[in-house]
């Protein structure tokens, strides 16, 4: 119909796919363990400020934009540009993602065509709600014509970069996204936890358990084998 209104992709829409995004995160397990305050919470400053690994400035700015409208920053709190998601797509893109580096690649280029040809402007330029009409037009694989390219289905590109931005904004922050725990914050997730006593259980009944902002792997019993001191490697193998 004529005066049906457009779709919005909404904070609501990613969320709900996401379900429990920590259940990526290694749960908690009763063990007796004394955990120490993280030390790997993002400075996000210095963060924005290091140099991208594996996409080029162009395609990390573009990646930024799509990903800020993904899971946007509004009222019920922060979103992906936060929680750093892509630093954490980056750096994963130089490790355990390399194999979807061309992808990006390929993927990024067709959108910023399609956007330029669908409504004469580049992504940065285009108002919040055509910004939004292009994604969804790059999610039902309606992003076509001659010149926009995308290797396959823009839809498989959008599910692609969707859940990579998902794990950014939710993952253990170890991994470089999920920056100062926005992420886990957001969804009321109060983390790893190795010991659980009598007054934690009472509390996470009542949703009242304060969440302890420590990565998994501030606790020697989870470790990562092949990952680098930085983090740089993104190598989620154990």
């Known amino acids: 119909m004529a ?96 194999s979807s580096r061309d992808a990006y690649r390929s993927g990024l280029a067709a959108f910023d065509r399609y956007c330029r040809m669908s409504r004469g402007k580049p992504f940065a330029e285009l108002t919040p709600i055509d910004q939004d009409s292009v994604l969804i037009d790059v999610e039902t694989g309606a992003a076509t014509g001659a010149g926009a390219g995308f290797a396959g289905s823009s839809a498989q590109f959008f599910a692609m970069v969707l859940n990579h931005t998902r794990q950014g904004m939710f993952g253990d922050p170890y991994y470089g996204g999920n920056a100062n725990f926005v992420g886990w914050d957001l969804l009321g997730y109060p983390g790893v936890r190795t010991q659980v006593t009598a007054a934690d259980q009472q509390a996470l009944e009542r949703n009242q358990l304060k969440p302890n902002h420590r990565s998994a792997y501030d606790n020697e019993m989870f470790n990562k084998a092949t990952a680098s001191a930085n983090h740089g490697g993104a190598n989620h193998a154990d």
């Open 3 to 98: 005066d049906e209104k457009p779709r919005v992709i909404t904070r609501r829409d990613i969320l709900k796919g996401a379900g429990v995004a920590a259940a990526a995160v290694t749960g908690a397990v009763a063990a007796p363990s004394t955990v120490a305050p993280s030390t790997l919470a993002p400075n996000v400053a210095a963060q924005s400020a290091a140099p991208l690994q594996a996409l080029t400035a162009q395609e990390g700015d573009l990646l930024d934009l799509i990903t800020a409208r993904l899971i946007p920053t509004d009222a019920l709190g922060p979103g992906a540009r936060e929680a750093q998601a892509v630093r954490y797509i980056d750096r994963a893109l130089g490790g355990a993602l390399a």
